[in-house]
């Protein structure tokens, strides 16, 4: 530790410091716009110079170490001429069209030109003009002009995103930040690049001109979307969501969001909203009902449906997005009519995976402890797309000496040094955790299980074992490939006895926001009861949909939707028209997220209660309320919440923690590998649930490019076909017509094809074998 003095205020800080970190431990602000306490130093914008006593001339305070004895003056006569000559420079080239600029109200610049800029300007030579780039649908650069060149966006590509898209061109009063020619930006973190702008260069291009800074309310949230549970702040105008921004948090999400948190809100304000109840009358058409008729009509569906066929037939679907008291008075609602007949995890196909679990799946420790493990490997997870946060915090970790080790179906980049990776067919997972499960015991002397005695350990798992056979600190997590796999209960098995050899620590990613909130609300199937898969592959007479989208929701979206067709009774209770009018009888508006209150819990075991920040759009009524109304029109007991914080407290009422466990109970094994050719299947980070889909800026970035059929070299050799060409894809349920792309990172007999396009629906499930044929 070292100890200085700062304005007179003594102060002691780690060695290594720098005056800045001194001058915030102390709550002394000094001016700058280049340091951010995330990023790397830069000291280019040096407007935090700061005198210190002994040295010739000001220092940058974000540049300068700490040391023993060291006497600083922020505010002297000194240091303030020195601040105010650096503004000068800087306003220089600088617009002066505050009032247009989208950063006008909250910029640094602005905020800084009022206690340190001059009231006119000695500068008469003209401006600068730099021209505008296209950065994507994203990001706007359209006044590169404001730039001051602080580097902020640029080191935040390098450091946080793990991607290099912006860079400096030029030196002097020709620098200028721009990307690769023609390239736009395509990190799924790129929207904190304008957060950290400190001027208008870097603003929203979805918020641009839309509103003034000091028009908008600001309102807490839970971002919905995947297993983080990011903390957010809505920004409101008139009862609308204008903007989304981070929420800082440093054991969640730190002081980041992923651009499907940030940009998702167009979809709360899509044409496709539903915003008054309606009923499928007798001819088939839809027409507009009152609450108090279409809610009698789902009770008398209902009631109908249990008296003519038993209330085994009733079925209750979810998704992972729902809040802990949507999920809770749906399951209460479900078992009152006598069914155990609900899930809400619909791309989950092992039924076996249900009777493996002793607990609630978690992530196995808190979501900030992945900066501290010094082995950590992932298995069945596409990393980057599906849990964007985490793996920030992964890169971070990797640069500090962590290694990370992959086992999955496509090598795609993770954006971090990989250290050890096995990349083989979905089939092939298990025996891929078996070989390294092998390998680690040879390693350690000690005997492999019995289950694996046939097993020959490769090179690459002599790699990954040797790794977790060199760590203290091990972590094994399985993603959401692993967990949706047919496959996933020896999937499960084999990577839990991959975690007791290694000593580590054993845990799932889980896949959406309130996935571990669904299992302590009790939405998954009692004894005899049939899970999501079950209840669409043998059709009921009855089901309740609740946010669902089953035909991109679904593993096997065209089964599901003509499984809700044939029934005899299907209500629907969705924030959006087009997700259930093909099917439904009734469909009851509910509100999304931001205008209801409610719980996610998130994969750490955090329960985040948010409240609702804009009114329910028309009609629409917050979910908890239209199942706790839907109840009492029942006539069925239990339905007396007068709040979602007394339904939260029934489920959550003697702590989380107790019911967390990811101790498998089913047997290791490796499976037959399947011959032919099977389908890899992700889900775009930007098609995973119906509001993200309904997101125009996010529908327009090449992560929601339209599908292809993606192939390795060989396996394009071996089927006789190139890239390029239009081929049939067939499975099963059916075939789709799409292009070939050769794509090396895919793993050999397989195929990737995405999910969450209505144009790859046909194919079925997202597991099984498939036939590529020329068309």
């Not at 951010?36 to 280019?44: D, G, M, T, Y």
């Not at 964007?388 to 980049?413: H, V």
């Not at 989208?549 to 096997?556: R, Y």
């Not at 994969?603 to 609702?612: C, D, I, N, T, Y």
Request: net charge negative; aromatic share 6%.
């Amino acid at each position: 530790m070292v100890e200085l003095t700062i304005d007179g205020n003594a102060v002691e800080v780690p060695e290594g410091s720098m005056v800045m970190h001194a001058a915030q431990k102390i709550g002394l602000y000094v001016p700058h716009f280049c340091y951010h306490k995330k990023l790397s130093i830069a000291a280019n914008c040096r407007m935090c110079l700061v005198e210190v006593e002994k040295a010739p001339k000001a220092l940058p305070a974000c540049a300068t170490p700490a040391t023993n004895g060291m006497i600083v003056h922020t505010c002297s006569e000194r240091a303030r001429a020195a601040q105010k000559s650096v503004m000068e420079f800087l306003l220089i080239n600088h617009p002066l069209d505050c009032p247009i600029c989208d950063q006008g109200g909250e910029c640094q610049l602005q905020d800084l030109a009022v206690g340190y800029g001059s009231s006119a300007s000695r500068y008469r030579e003209e401006k600068r003009v730099v021209f505008h780039k296209d950065l994507g649908p994203l990001v706007s650069a359209e006044e590169m002009t404001r730039c001051i060149h602080c580097t902020r966006c640029v080191r935040f590509g390098q450091e946080i995103a793990g991607v290099m898209e912006l860079g400096m061109l030029g030196r002097g009063e020709h620098a200028e930040i721009t990307a690769f020619v023609g390239r736009a930006i395509e990190s799924e973190l790129s929207g904190n690049m304008i957060d950290l702008c400190p001027v208008g260069a870097l603003t929203s291009k979805p918020f641009r001109y839309s509103a003034r800074t000091w028009e908008l309310a600001r309102r807490r949230s839970v971002s919905p979307h995947d297993s983080l549970g990011a903390n957010l702040v809505i920004q409101v105008k008139d009862d609308r969501v204008m903007r989304v921004v981070p929420f800082e948090d440093e054991a969640v999400n730190e002081c980041w969001i992923s651009d499907r948190d940030r940009f998702s809100y167009e979809g709360l304000n899509s044409d496709d909203r539903l915003s008054v109840p309606m009923i499928r009358n007798a001819s088939g058409q839809w027409a507009e009902a009152s609450w108090s008729d279409a809610l009698q009509a789902v009770a008398q569906g209902l009631t109908r449906v249990r008296d003519s066929f038993g209330a085994g037939q009733i079925g209750a679907l979810a998704t992972e997005y729902a809040t802990v008291e949507e999920f809770a008075l749906l399951a209460r609602l479900t078992r009152a009519l006598g069914s155990e007949n609900i899930d809400f995890r619909l791309r989950q196909t092992d039924a076996a995976f249900d009777a493996a679990l002793t607990g609630t799946p978690w992530l196995g420790m808190p979501i900030a402890e992945l900066d501290n493990l010094d082995r950590v490997i992932v298995i069945g997870s596409f990393l980057r797309k599906d849990h964007p946060l985490m793996t920030q915090r992964l890169r971070q970790a990797a640069k500090r000496g962590t290694q990370i080790l992959l086992i999955d179906a496509a090598a795609d980049d993770p954006l971090l040094p990989v250290a050890g990776r096995i990349t083989v067919a979905p089939s092939a997972l298990p025996q891929a955790v078996a070989q390294v499960a092998v390998a680690l015991a040879q390693a350690r002397g000690t005997q492999a299980p019995q289950a694996f005695a046939s097993v020959e350990a490769g090179e690459a798992a002599k790699v990954i074992a040797a790794s977790l056979n060199s760590g203290e600190n091990v972590a094994v997590l399985l993603g959401n490939l692993a967990v949706t796999s047919d496959n996933a209960a020896v999937l499960a098995a084999n990577a839990q006895a991959l975690a007791e050899l290694a000593g580590a620590k054993f845990g799932f990613l889980t896949s959406g926001g309130n996935t571990v909130g669904g299992y302590l609300a009790g939405a998954t199937p009692g004894q005899g009861g049939k899970t999501a898969a079950a209840m669409l592959a043998e059709p009921l007479k009855a089901y309740v949909v609740v946010h669902a989208e089953p035909l991109l929701d679904a593993d096997n979206g065209t089964q599901a939707v003509q499984a809700l067709k044939d029934a005899q009774f299907a209500v629907a209770l969705t924030a959006y028209k087009s997700a259930a009018a093909e099917w439904a009888d009734v469909m009851l508006p509910i509100a999304p997220f931001t205008e209801t209150s409610g719980t996610f819990v998130n994969a750490e075991g955090r329960a985040q209660s948010f409240k609702g920040t804009v009114a329910p759009l028309g009609q629409s009524r917050p979910g908890w309320k239209v199942l706790r109304v839907l109840g009492n029109v029942m006539q069925i007991p239990g339905f007396d919440d007068e709040t979602s914080e007394s339904v939260r407290d029934a489920v959550l009422s003697g702590g989380v923690e107790t019911r967390l466990s990811n101790k498998i109970g089913g047997a290791i094994g490796v499976p037959s590998a399947v011959s032919g050719l099977e389908r890899v299947a992700d889900v775009p980070i930007y098609r995973s649930d119906a509001m993200v889909r309904r997101a125009e800026a996010l529908q327009s970035a090449p992560a929601s490019r339209a599908p292809t059929a993606r192939m390795n070299g060989r396996t394009l050799a071996d089927l006789g076909l190139t890239a390029g060409i239009a081929v049939r894809v067939r499975s099963a349920s059916g075939a789709v017509e799409l292009e070939t792309v050769q794509d090396d990172t895919v793993a050999d007999r397989a195929v990737r094809v995405a999910a969450g396009f209505e144009q790859t629906a046909a194919l079925g499930g997202t597991t099984g074998q498939l036939t590529v044929e020329r068309v």
